[in-house]
């Protein structure tokens, strides 16, 4: 299994970014999918999940402003994260079933 993260970057608080998770080597649409993160100097930590049947979960932390959705025929996983503060600064990963790891994309919020 491979999991191929990407479309973090420089954003200015308040702004938008939609990180993308493309799976190979696995029946994709079989799995939870989620999104995790790591803060400079801290633990990762859970962002969101979304079910085989689509329902998602966010952390407290950024409901109503993440979003989590897959495309099963792209074997994508996305995270849609809009009005960043700079406390969303992290390496963000995503995450196959319990055991599959991306290698992460920074995302960077300036205020």
């Known amino acids: 299994v491979q999991l191929q993260a990407s479309g973090g970057g420089l954003v200015q608080a308040g702004g938008s970014l939609r990180l993308s998770c493309v799976a190979s080597?696995?029946?994709?649409?079989?799995?939870?999918m989620g999104w995790f993160r790591q803060a400079p100097g801290k633990g990762r930590e859970w962002v969101a999940t979304?079910?085989?049947?689509?329902?998602?979960n966010e952390a407290d932390s950024v409901k109503g402003r993440f979003t989590v959705s897959r495309d099963n025929a792209k074997n994508t996983l996305y995270l849609h994260m809009n009005s960043l503060k700079p406390e969303d600064t992290a390496v963000y990963y995503c995450?196959?079933?319990?055991?599959?790891w991306g290698q992460g994309t920074l995302v960077t919020v300036s205020s």
């Open positions: 080597g696995r029946t994709f649409n079989r799995h939870a």
């Open positions: 979304i079910s085989p049947g689509d329902s998602t």
């Open positions: 995450r196959l079933g319990t055991s599959y």
